[in-house]
């Protein structure tokens, strides 16, 4: 229902359909802050007659106040909301019980890939063919030399794209400009970034800010002050996959989302260090577990860690809850992700309208930290490890 608007302004505001003075203004223009010229109405009749023709104009005002390049219209460069797990886009903001303060942001169009890039299957048509139908589904590989040498570069490569867009972030950036530094990063490197159309996921890395759980889609909302983000990349490079992610603090934050960070990356340090042969699997989630939940936190439940190498996912499952029922013991030349994702409220989830970005069902925040390790006959090496020019973003690494 239309709502009075100001009396000072009655006079000179004219209806948007039949130019008579108008006594009544759109409530959706004065929720988005929009000129009262062309929001103005005479009565009710004379709105309700205009109104299939005046919503648009919503519409065009949600997505042109949107960050990003201020001197074009995002509209006609194609810039739309994700659905249907990335295999369809629309103008309008989806439906949705929102858990938190965040909601989907448009993106841009899909990145280019230059020709010469070797591409996983499912580069062209979205659809993985090896990986889903491989016998490394059921049964843990263990790798040879010559693979654990290529996961060596890959992994070493994927650091290097991850600590790129570390660099960048800061209140003002969106996370699509984190998405294109991750894109061309590794196309510059000479490898392909993984999740890019992988099952449709529209982008090159994943960026999930505040309750955003993971796999959130990089969009045209730039970081504010105080939130945190974790970015999630992987690359293909030589054939095979190096995975890893990091949450990085935007401008000042609050102690408790610092704590969270910062429980988090230990349940990840902790986990790492019972990793050598004869482990079971399932002992992970026991450590990251026992820890979060001192810390008052809780362990999301719904996604875990994988195996990893010539298929971006594979066996092992690593889940980082107790009393799992992970199967299977560590064995040197295993390679796998030990992921954590730990959460400030409860552990349960839900899936935004895009079908990827998972965020906590009470909208509190979330973290997670990432590695690609390999077992070795003395314990672990950490493929995607912090190097001597990774940056300098956590205090309690600080010496």
């Known amino acids: 229902m239309a709502g009075e608007s100001d009396a000072s302004s009655i006079a000179t505001l004219s209806c948007a359909r039949c130019d008579k003075p108008a006594l009544l203004q759109c409530p959706k223009c004065v929720e988005l802050k929009l000129p009262r010229e062309g929001a103005s109405f005479c ?51 989806p439906h949705f019980d929102w858990t938190g303060s965040l909601k989907q942001y448009p993106i841009s169009t899909k990145r280019f890939v230059p020709a010469e890039i070797d591409k996983p299957d499912w580069a062209i048509d979205g659809t993985p063919k090896i990986e889903p139908n491989s016998e490394l589904q059921h049964v843990v590989e263990i790798k040879t030399p010559e693979q654990i040498q290529r996961m060596r570069e890959t992994c070493k490569i994927a650091r290097e794209v991850l600590d790129a867009a570390a660099r960048v972030i800061r209140p003002g950036v969106t996370t699509d400009e984190i998405d294109r530094v991750v894109h061309e990063a590794t196309i510059a490197a000479g490898g392909y970034p993984s999740p890019l159309n992988y099952y449709f996921f529209p982008k090159s890395c994943c960026t999930s800010v505040n ?12 970081l504010e002050d105080g939130d945190i983000v974790n970015v999630d990349v992987t690359v293909c490079y030589k054939g095979c996959h190096g995975d ?10 609050d102690e408790a989302s610092r704590q969270l960070v910062k429980c988090t990356y230990e349940c990840l340090e902790k986990a790492i260090a019972i990793v050598k042969p004869g482990v079971r699997f399932r002992e992970i989630g026991e450590i990251v577990n026992r820890h979060a939940t001192m810390s008052g936190l809780s362990v999301v439940r719904s996604y875990c860690g994988h195996g990893i190498g010539d298929l971006f996912h594979c066996a092992p499952n690593i889940p980082h809850y107790a009393r799992n029922k992970a199967v299977g013991v560590m064995k040197a030349g295993q390679t796998f992700t030990i992921e954590p994702m730990i959460n400030a409220g409860s552990w349960r989830d839900r899936t935004w309208p895009d079908g990827w970005t998972a965020v906590t069902a009470d909208g ?23 190097l001597p020019s990774s940056p300098d973003v956590y205090p309690w690494l600080k010496k």
Request: aromatic letters at 8%; one cysteine or more.
């Open 364 to 386: 509190k925040r979330s973290a997670q930290f990432e590695h690609t390790l390999l077992v070795t006959e003395t314990g672990v090496e950490v493929l995607t490890a912090r």
């Open 211 to 222: 309750e955003v759980i993971c796999h959130g889609i990089p969009d045209a909302r730039k």
């Open 43 to 93: 009565t009710q009749d004379c709105f309700k007659a205009a109104w299939s023709s005046h919503k648009s104009v919503h519409v065009k005002a949600q997505l042109s106040s949107v960050p990003g390049d201020q001197n074009s219209d995002l509209v006609s460069q194609g810039w739309l909301y994700c659905v249907r797990r990335g295999q369809g886009r629309t103008p309008k903001l």
């Open 244 to 253: 890893l992610n990091e949450t990085y603090f935007v401008g000042n934050v």
